[in-house]
């Protein structure tokens, strides 16, 4: 399997609430002088994907619009999210553009522009070596509180992805966490979205669900553990935009 069977899906509907700027989409605000969505943009063409589904919701004409004129010439298709009812939800709405795709899906996140195309190529490599039905990106945090937790067991092997709030006391205690970032086998995607369940404290489709549907089908799950741990980091709040804008400046003058 070649990089061009690939196929990029970019979750970017979230309004971004606490940005505290309600005429703008969350994607739209920018890291040096380009909108977050663009660079995440970049980096889906980077890994060599053939095409790029952009999942839109608040603000979806803006942020299409300005995808349009950027990026011309590239194959990207929009869907919409109307409700923001978690990731698996979002992924849900590409799943028509998907069907009868037999490659490779990345799901990407238009809020972590920080991503480089380094880091995700070695993901997409460690998932065709593993031959994986996923595989997930991964990082050891310094505080891993909020975060996803990602759950081996003694032979290293991943059972089980928790969100923060539904996981124990002793799940709590791990370092290792979900980056947000996945590789699907498309098919094995398909067919275990429509199993997510929403039975959980926040109510919502989670898209690490999809990863414990697969895994009790006996299905391979890797996952890469990065080094990387300011690549990951999503944007919510006005400092988090600053710090991310301040690490993207400093990277540029580093080349």
């Not at 979750?11 to 995440?40: C, L, Q, W, Y």
């Not at 994907?49 to 803006?62: C, D, N, P, S, T």
């Not at 011309?72 to 028509?96: C, K, W, Y």
């Not at 031959?131 to 081996?152: H, I, M, Q």
Request: charged residues 25%.
């Amino acid at each position: 399997m070649s990089m061009s069977d690939l196929i990029g899906v970019i979750m970017a509907a979230g309004k971004g609430t606490r940005m505290n700027d309600p005429e703008r989409a969350k994607v739209m605000f920018r890291i040096g002088d380009r909108p977050m969505i663009s660079h995440v943009i970049d980096r889906a063409h980077d890994c060599g994907a053939e095409r790029v589904i952009l999942i839109v919701g608040y603000k979806g004409e803006v942020v299409r619009n300005w995808i349009e004129e950027e990026f011309p010439n590239s194959s990207i298709d929009f869907v919409e999210q109307r409700e923001q009812l978690g990731t698996a939800h979002a992924v849900m709405q590409a799943v028509p553009k998907l069907e009868g795709f037999l490659g490779d899906t990345l799901v990407l996140s238009g809020d972590v522009p920080l991503l480089s195309g380094e880091t995700l190529k070695r993901l997409i490599q460690l998932h065709r070596e593993e031959e994986a039905a996923c595989t997930l990106l991964t990082v050891l945090a310094p505080d891993p509180t909020g975060y996803g937790r990602v759950v081996r067991n003694e032979s290293g092997a991943v059972t089980r992805v928790v969100e923060h709030k539904d996981a124990t006391n002793e799940e709590r205690l791990v370092k290792e966490i979900n980056a947000g970032v996945y590789i699907f086998r498309s098919p094995d995607l398909l067919r275990a979205l429509p199993q997510v369940r929403n039975n959980n404290v926040q109510g919502e489709y989670y898209l690490p669900d999809v990863i414990s549907i697969l895994l009790n089908e006996g299905q391979s799950v890797a996952a890469y553990c990065s080094e990387q741990f300011d690549e990951i980091q999503g944007i919510n709040t006005p400092d988090q935009l600053a710090e991310a804008d301040k690490v993207y400046r400093q990277m540029m003058v580093g080349g």
